[in-house]
């Protein structure tokens, strides 16, 4: 059964759709879509933006007009406003329960480097917390970003998204061209910033990954790149058809109540189909299936 799930894994891994939504298990199509159901959402820059990308503050401008970029698709046929709040010096990613949560953008500048910045006992290992803990990045050398959010797992509904960016092992602009090289080192592109941001908060909004060519969602980014700074098509077709303008935002797996057993039931893998909002009620008390997952790490250069 795992080789069977594997398998399943990896060729939806593969997809070429010109969405692929996030799932409550990541690549099921069996599992629940997430999804937003508020109609606004509010995002903070850490105050400490990113030091090393010039001219100085010019990252915080970048990360504005990536949320601009899908401000603009959702304005079109969306239903969902976001909203800048001010900058915080929080600098922990992730949902607390009863906390005092945001959707925070933060760039990390060091990595958890064993023994030199987190001790090799440290219990932050266990918990996966080092990054919080330490203020650095723990997802990989590779890796240029991470969105982390938080679902309700029954319903897939998102009660908090987090981006983190890798500046510790990626040198972040924001300049339009051309690419950095060796004679070419100032007002240029290493791994643009808005490119960036643009593609983690399509993650935030619910976009898993799609292999489709040009696709602000596929999960490689060349040094240099900034052609997914363009909200592509298929990515445009999602928020008009998962945030219909004017609608309610749609799951994948209609929710209903049992009126006998008065619990949650699913009715299958169909289409996608409209949740009211009575449909969330019984999950909405299952705060203590809320958990939180990393979507997705980015990107492979
Ligand atoms: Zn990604």
């Given at each position: 059964?795992?080789?069977?799930?594997?398998?399943?894994?990896?060729?939806?891994?593969?997809?070429?759709?010109?969405?692929?939504?996030?799932?409550?298990?990541?690549?099921?199509?069996?599992?629940?879509?997430?999804?937003?159901?508020?109609?606004?959402?509010?995002?903070?820059?850490?105050?400490?933006?990113?030091?090393?990308?010039?001219?100085?503050?010019?990252?915080?401008?970048?990360?504005?007009r990536s949320?601009?970029?899908?401000?603009?698709?959702?304005?079109?046929?969306?239903?969902?406003?976001?909203?800048?709040?001010?900058?915080?010096?929080?600098?922990?990613?992730?949902?607390?329960?009863?906390?005092?949560?945001?959707?925070?953008?933060?760039?990390?500048?060091?990595?958890?480097?064993?023994?030199?910045?987190?001790?090799?006992?440290?219990?932050?290992?266990?918990?996966?917390?080092?990054?919080?803990?330490?203020?650095?990045?723990?997802?990989g050398n590779?890796?240029?970003?991470?969105?982390?959010?938080?679902?309700?797992?029954?319903?897939?509904?998102?009660?908090?998204?987090?981006?983190?960016?890798?500046?510790?092992?990626?040198t972040f602009?924001?300049?339009?061209?051309?690419?950095?090289?060796?004679?070419?080192?100032?007002?240029?592109?290493?791994?643009?910033?808005?490119?960036?941001?643009?593609?983690?908060?399509?993650?935030?909004?619910?976009?898993?990954?799609?292999?489709?060519?040009?696709?602000?969602?596929?999960?490689?980014?060349?040094?240099?790149?900034?052609?997914?700074?363009?909200?592509?098509?298929?990515?445009?077709?999602?928020?008009?058809?998962?945030?219909?303008?004017?609608?309610?935002?749609?799951?994948?797996?209609?929710?209903?109540?049992?009126?006998?057993?008065?619990?949650?039931?699913?009715?299958?893998?169909?289409?996608?189909?409209?949740?009211?909002?009575?449909?969330?009620?019984?999950?909405?008390?299952?705060?203590?299936?809320?958990?939180?997952?990393?979507?997705?790490?980015?990107?492979?250069?």
């Open positions: 059964m795992k080789i069977a799930a594997l398998l399943l894994s990896l060729s939806l891994g593969q997809s070429l759709d010109p969405y692929v939504r996030s799932r409550v298990e990541a690549g099921d199509r069996s599992t629940q879509c997430l999804f937003w159901s508020v109609p606004r959402i509010t995002w903070h820059q850490s105050t400490q933006g990113n030091p090393e990308t010039l001219p100085a503050g010019s990252e915080f401008d970048a990360v504005r949320f601009q970029s899908w401000q603009d698709v959702f304005s079109s046929c969306g239903n969902i406003t976001f909203e800048e709040g001010p900058r915080v010096q929080d600098r922990d990613v992730g949902y607390v329960l009863r906390g005092d949560n945001r959707n925070l953008v933060l760039f990390r500048t060091r990595q958890c480097t064993v023994g030199s910045v987190v001790p090799a006992d440290d219990g932050c290992w266990e918990d996966d917390s080092c990054g919080n803990v330490y203020d650095c990045w723990s997802n590779e890796t240029i970003a991470v969105t982390l959010t938080t679902y309700d797992e029954n319903t897939g509904i998102i009660y908090d998204s987090d981006i983190e960016l890798n500046s510790a092992a990626f602009t924001a300049a339009d061209g051309p690419r950095c090289g060796p004679n070419v080192t100032q007002g240029c592109v290493a791994t643009d910033i808005q490119n960036t941001m643009t593609h983690e908060i399509g993650h935030l909004v619910g976009l898993d990954h799609t292999d489709a060519l040009n696709s602000t969602m596929n999960p490689r980014a060349p040094p240099g790149e900034t052609s997914k700074r363009t909200i592509d098509s298929g990515s445009r077709s999602f928020v008009c058809e998962a945030y219909p303008k004017g609608g309610v935002s749609q799951n994948c797996i209609h929710l209903t109540t049992d009126p006998t057993l008065g619990r949650k039931a699913a009715d299958g893998a169909g289409g996608c189909a409209s949740a009211g909002a009575g449909a969330w009620l019984p999950a909405l008390a299952g705060w203590a299936l809320m958990r939180r997952v990393r979507r997705r790490k980015d990107f492979r250069a």
